[in-house]
């Protein structure tokens, strides 16, 4: 089978608009679908590049083989408009490893497909953890430092150290997730910015990463 990479599919919208994107994605054979709630950091300036006008969101994440994804961003651009400012974003991230089950629910249905430009190499996706309460201003600390927005997941984190047993019960520390799309060439600006801002109110550094993302839609220049 031609482009046979298996992807995972991420698209970020404003809330209520994850069903939608589900049954798109369904249409196209792309298997697995899992939904998460989150909300928007872009301030107005900064709606035409984020697609991030509304601050609730929900985050789709759906896994397709290299084929399926094409078709799949394209029925999303046609029904949805997502390469227009203010609707949303998408992007892939290539998979390293995958389970048979996993596998089987991604078979593709479409082999051929148009040849998309290949983004992998110009954005990466930030995925920063923070205390809560702190998110918005490592996300200010982030703008200055050249990035538009992103947004935010509440999380719990499962390390030991941040589990405490009170009057019986489990009690697991509360966590933030900023999830920031950038260009490559900002990526270590921005991620610095946020820990040193993060470091500052809480007195350590916090966990922070980035990854390569391809197939980016949405963004303004993508």
Request: glycine share 8%; aromatic share 4%.
């Amino acid at each position: 089978m031609r482009n046979n990479c298996i992807k995972c599919l991420v698209v970020i919208v404003d809330r209520g608009k994850a069903n939608q994107v589900c049954k798109i994605l369904k249409e196209q054979s792309v298997g697995l679908q899992y939904v998460s709630l989150a909300h928007g950091t872009a301030h107005s300036v900064f709606i035409d590049y984020l697609g991030l006008a509304e601050p609730e969101k929900e985050i789709v994440l759906g896994l397709a083989a290299e084929g399926q994804l094409r078709w799949a961003i394209s029925a999303l651009k046609q029904k949805m408009h997502l390469d227009y400012p203010g609707k949303g974003i998408a992007f892939a991230v290539k998979l390293t490893s995958i389970t048979q089950c996993a596998l089987e629910k991604t078979t593709a249905s479409h082999e051929e497909g148009t040849q998309m430009e290949d983004t992998a190499l110009a954005y990466e996706l930030i995925i920063a953890v923070s205390e809560p309460g702190l998110s918005e201003a490592a996300v200010e600390a982030a703008r200055e430092a050249g990035a538009k927005g992103g947004t935010i997941m509440k999380a719990r984190s499962m390390c030991p150290e941040d589990i405490k047993r009170v009057l019986g019960y489990t009690v697991q520390s509360e966590k933030e997730l900023i999830l920031m799309l950038t260009p490559k060439k900002d990526r270590r600006a921005i991620m610095q910015a946020m820990c040193d801002c993060i470091s500052k109110q809480t007195g350590e550094r916090p966990a922070a990463f980035s990854l390569p993302v391809s197939d980016v839609v949405g963004l303004v220049g993508s």
